[in-house]
C-alpha cells in the first residue's frame, strides 16, 4: 500500500458528461500530481500542485481542471467527455518531488 | 523529443535467472533523478528504486539493482533471481525541471517482461 488513496477505482460514464476524480496524498507528502495513461499515449503528465498551488502543466486538455485543496487532497475534474477521455488515471504524491513520488492505484475511467 | 527510451517492448526470462531493462535518458541537467516503476496486470505503479545523478553508487533495494553510466546517460534496472511475480510492465522515470522550476516525473513507454517457470 502505497499510502495514496485514489477514489473511485471504476467509472463508467456517458460522452459529454462531467466526473471528479479525487486522491488523498500521503500523510505529510506537499507535492500531487496527476497522469492519464492510456494505451497509444502511455504515461502522460497532466498537471502538478504544491502546497495547494499550481506548480506545472502538462499535457490537460481545456476540457480538465484539477485543484488542492488546504487539507492537501485533490481533485481532477473532467468535462465534456469524449471517449478518447478513457483511460486509467493515477494521482502520485511526493514529500518535495526531488524524489521518488507514490502512485495511488488508479481509476479507471471508462466513458461510452 | 522523448526524454526516456525504453528499447525493449517484451522481455523474457527464466525463473531464478536475472534480468536487464535498458533504459537511456536525455536531459541537459546537472542535477536529475531517476526512477523505476513496475506495473502488474492490476494497474498499480509501484515504486521500485531511485538513483539521484550526484549519487556515485548504484542504487540498489533487494533484488533491484540500477545500473548507472552517466556518461552513457543509462540507468539499466538489473532484477536478480526472478520470480514469477516479476511478471509486469516497467516503467523507466526521469525528474526534469519543468519550466517553472518543479520537478515532474516523465515517464518512457515501459517494457513488458516475463518470467517463465
Known amino acids: 500500500d502505497s499510502g495514496v488513496t485514489q477514489t473511485p477505482k471504476h467509472l463508467i460514464t456517458a460522452t459529454g458528461q462531467r466526473v471528479t476524480l479525487r486522491c488523498s496524498p500521503r500523510?505529510?507528502?506537499?507535492?500531487v500530481y496527476w497522469y492519464q495513461q492510456s494505451l497509444d499515449q502511455g504515461l502522460q503528465f497532466l498537471i502538478q500542485?504544491?502546497?495547494?498551488?499550481?506548480?506545472a502543466k502538462g499535457n490537460i486538455l481545456e476540457r480538465f481542471s484539477a485543484q488542492q485543496f488546504p487539507d492537501l487532497h485533490s481533485e481532477l475534474n473532467l468535462s465534456s467527455l469524449e471517449l478518447g477521455d478513457s483511460a486509467l488515471y493515477f494521482c502520485?504524491?511526493?514529500?518535495?518531488?526531488?524524489?521518488?513520488?507514490?502512485f495511488g492505484q488508479g481509476t479507471r475511467l471508462t466513458v461510452v | 523529443a522523448q526524454k526516456i527510451t525504453q528499447t525493449q517492448p517484451g522481455m523474457f526470462v527464466q525463473e531464478k535467472e536475472a534480468v536487464t531493462l535498458d533504459c537511456t535518458y536525455d536531459?541537459?541537467?546537472?542535477?536529475?533523478?531517476l526512477f523505476w516503476y513496475k506495473q502488474p496486470s492490476s494497474g498499480e505503479m509501484i515504486f521500485l528504486i531511485y538513483q539521484g545523478s550526484y549519487d556515485e553508487q548504484n542504487a540498489t533495494e533487494g533484488r533491484y539493482s540500477l545500473n548507472f553510466q552517466k556518461a552513457r546517460k543509462s540507468a539499466n534496472l538489473v532484477i536478480s533471481a526472478s520470480q514469477l511475480g516479476d511478471s509486469a510492465m516497467y516503467f523507466c522515470?526521469?525528474?526534469?525541471?519543468?519550466?517553472?522550476?518543479?520537478?515532474?516525473?516523465?515517464f518512457g513507454r515501459g517494457t513488458s517482461l516475463i518470467v517463465h517457470p
Open positions: 500523510s505529510g507528502d506537499l507535492s
Open positions: 536531459t541537459s541537467d546537472q542535477s536529475y533523478g
Open positions: 522515470a526521469m525528474r526534469e525541471t519543468s519550466s517553472g522550476g518543479s520537478y515532474i516525473p516523465t
Open positions: 500542485y504544491y502546497n495547494g498551488e499550481e506548480r
Open positions: 502520485a504524491s511526493s514529500y518535495t518531488g526531488v524524489t521518488e513520488a507514490f
